[in-house]
Each structure stands twice: as structure tokens, then as C-alpha cells.
């Protein structure tokens, strides 16, 4: 929900900047697939304690996520298997920095593994609600964006005040969070079918 607003204040800014990308016939696919590649970069950073190298392979990842979808309109590329790839490495991506994130937490298996869960069902029940009800549900707080967003900040925080434990809270609101929108879209699917 917020995240369908931030992009469409950003497409302008980011069709600005990307055009000169599309212009020399990058492939959006091998943004997509560098994009994934910063996001692995972000996990071992976490894994391994270094935050502000972690924020800053998180933010290239979340900008060339952003840049690739621009990439493929401005060129005439759009696919639906890029759509598919994009969509699958959002998941790897989400898998591997929340499994750095374990990592750096030191334990907590259980709490990340519950915001992991709920970050993929978020997207699964967008895509399956949306095959069922022939519409969109992109209802809840919990999207991919969002959820960057709240890692960010936490290790932005984190990195200047590591006793505030920034990152483990951020991971236990991303655990409620994630369960709540599955638990909207579940209800807005229910709503809509019955009608």
C-alpha cells in the first residue's frame, strides 16, 4: 500500500535517471540479476557485522530492484519472464539478507525464520488472491519496500547506537507485520470471492 504510492511519487525521478540505461539496450534482466547479486552481498555483510557495508549493497540492490522495471518500459523489453525473474530474486534476496541477519542477531533463529515465512507468504498471497479474484490485492503495510524500508532504518540505527538492539526489534515488527498483511489479504480475498 505505501509502497505503490512511494513508486508512483518516485517513477518520474527514476525514469529520469534510468532513461540513458534504456537507451543503451541494457537488458533489464541483468539489472535484475545485479540487483540480486548486492542483495547477497547485503546478507554476508550482515553475516559477517559490517553494517554500514550492509546498508549500502541493501540500498544499490533496492535501487537497481527499482531500475530494471524502468529499464524494460523505457525500452520496449517488458516480459513476462522478466517479470517472473524479478519476482523470484525479490525472494532469494529476501531469504538471504534475513538469513544474514540471523546470523549477525547471533540466534533468534525462530523470530526470523517467523519474518521470512510472512515475508514470502505476503508475496504468494498477492499472486495466488490475485489469479482467484481476477484483481489486484496489494492491501497491507507489509510489501518488499516496506520492508526494506524498516531494515534500513534499524541498521542505520544500529550502526550509530548498537545497544539499542535496532535490528532485532526491526526483525520482530517485520514478524507481526508480514503475518498481519497475509492476514488482510486473506481477508480481502475472502470478501471479494463472496461478494
Known sequence: MVSSKLRSTADPYITRIVAPIAKAKVNPSLITLL??????????????????????????????????????????????????????????????????????????????????????????????????????????????AERLIIIMAATIVEAASPGLNAIYWAIVVLAVLTHFTVAQRIWYTYEALEK
Do not use: P, Q, W
Not at 549477525?104 to 533463529?109: I, Q
Open 35 to 144: 540487483g540480486f547479486t548486492f542483495s547477497i552481498i547485503a546478507g554476508l555483510m550482515y553475516a559477517s557485522g559490517n553494517l554500514i557495508f550492509a546498508l549500502l549493497s541493501l540500498a544499490l540492490g533496492s535501487v537497481l530492484d527499482a531500475a530494471d522495471g524502468a529499464v524494460a518500459r523505457l525500452s520496449n523489453r517488458v516480459s513476462a519472464f522478466g517479470g517472473f525473474l524479478d519476482s523470484l530474486t525479490d525472494r532469494y534476496s529476501d531469504a538471504v539478507i534475513l538469513t544474514g541477519i540471523a546470523v549477525y542477531l547471533k540466534g533468534h533463529y525462530l523470530l526470523v525464520i517467523t519474518a521470512l515465512v510472512g515475508s514470502l507468504l505476503v508475496s504468494y498471497t498477492r499472486a495466488r488472491s490475485e489469479m482467484e479474484i481476477n484483481g489486484k490485492c496489494n492491501v497491507g503495510y507489509g510489501e518488499r
